[in-house]
C-alpha cells in the first residue's frame, strides 16, 4: 500500500470549558518530523501531543497547530502586575506632592498603563483531563492526515504502475536488441575487411573479433538485474507498510544498471532506449519523493 507524505487534517474537541482545536499540515521530508505550534501555557503538554501524532506517521514533516481558547460565554481570566501597579501609585504620589499637584490618581489611570492588565486563557484545574482531550483530538486530526495521505497514495499508485511497465517494455526490447547489435556489427565488419583487402576475410579471425566485440557490448547482466529490481519494485508497492526510500534505493539501482547499458551501447536504436528508459526513471524518483 502506498502512503503520501503530504497531506491535512483537522480536529476539535471542548473541554472544561476550554475549545481545543489541531490543524496538521505535512510535507516531504526524508526522515519524520513533527512540529507543534501551540500557546506557551500549555506547552506541558507538547510531548503528549507529538507522541499522538507520532503513532500514526511514520515519515515527513507535520506542522502541528495548536489552539486553546476559552469557549464562548466563559470569563477571561485578567492578570494584574500588582508590582507595576504598586510602583505607578507610589511614584504618582511623589510627583503630586512634589509638584503640588491637585488631581488625585484614579482607578482609570491606573488601567490605562500599559503591561499593568493582561489577559489570558489561564490554565485548567483538571491537568490530566486537559492532557487526555489534546491526546484525543491530536489522534483525531492524525487520523484525518492518514485518511487524505492513503487517498493521494493511491493516485500515487497507479502513477508508479504504469512508469514501471513502460520500463519493462523498454528493457524488454532492449533484450531483444542486444543480439541483433552483435550481428549487425559482424557484417558491417565483414563488408569493411572486405572492402579494405578486396577478398573475403578470415573466417576464424572475424569470429575472434566478433567474440570480442560481444564480450565487451554484452548487457545481459544488466538487463538481468534491471528485470530483478523492477519485480522487487512492484512487490514494495503492495506492502502495508512505509517502503519510500527502499522504493528510493531501488531506482537508483536500476538508474546505475541503465547507466552502464548506455556505456557499452554501441547502437543507435540502444542509445534511444537508454534514455527513455532514463527519462522513465526520472519521472519515477520524483514520484517516489512523495511517498512515505
Known amino acids: 500500500m502506498v502512503t503520501s507524505m503530504t497531506g491535512f487534517g ?13 490543524d496538521l499540515k505535512s510535507v516531504n521530508h526524508r526522515y519524520c518530523e513533527i512540529v507543534i505550534r501551540m500557546p506557551k501555557e500549555f506547552a506541558r503538554y507538547e510531548n503528549a501531543v507529538k507522541a499522538a501524532i507520532g503513532q500514526h506517521v511514520k515519515r515527513g514533516r507535520v506542522d502541528a497547530y495548536v489552539t ?12 494584574i502586575d500588582w508590582n507595576l501597579a504598586l510602583g505607578y501609585s507610589q511614584a504618582a504620589e ?33 491537568e490530566e483531563g486537559m492532557e487526555a482531550a489534546l491526546t484525543a483530538c491530536a489522534e483525531e486530526a492524525a487520523s484525518a492526515l492518514c485518511v487524505m495521505r492513503r487517498r493521494e497514495g493511491a493516485f500515487l499508485l497507479q502513477e508508479l504502475e504504469q512508469r514501471i511497465a ?27 575487411i572486405g572492402e579494405l583487402l578486396q577478398q573475403p576475410p578470415d573466417e576464424s579471425r572475424l569470429a575472434m573479433e566478433v567474440a570480442l ?4 557490448a554484452s548487457i545481459d547482466e ?6 530483478s529490481h523492477a519485480a522487487q519494485f512492484r512487490e514494495l508497492l503492495v506492502l502495508g507498510e512505509p517502503q519510500g526510500r527502499r522504493l528510493d534505493f531501488l531506482v537508483q539501482e536500476m538508474n546505475r544498471e541503465v547507466n552502464t547499458i548506455g556505456s557499452k551501447a554501441n547502437d543507435a536504436r540502444l542509445s534511444a532506449l537508454v534514455v527513455e528508459m532514463k527519462s522513465e526513471l526520472e519521472k519515477l524518483r520524483e514520484q517516489i519523493q512523495n511517498i512515505e
Open 166 to 192: 513502460v520500463l519493462e517494455t523498454h528493457r524488454t526490447a532492449a533484450a531483444a536488441l542486444a543480439p541483433l547489435v552483435v550481428r549487425d556489427y559482424a557484417e558491417k565488419l565483414r563488408a569493411r
Open 213 to 216: 566485440f560481444a564480450d565487451r
Open 222 to 227: 544488466e538487463l538481468a538485474r534491471l528485470l
Open 94 to 126: 511623589e510627583l503630586r506632592e512634589r509638584l503640588a499637584l491637585q488631581d488625585p490618581l484614579t482607578l482609570r489611570d491606573l488601567i490605562a498603563v500599559p503591561g499593568l492588565l493582561t489577559f489570558g486563557s489561564g490554565m485548567p484545574e483538571d
Open 10 to 22: 483537522q480536529a476539535e474537541r471542548t473541554m472544561a470549558g476550554y475549545q481545543i482545536g489541531i
Open 68 to 79: 486553546v481558547e476559552r469557549a464562548g460565554g466563559t470569563p477571561q481570566n485578567v492578570h
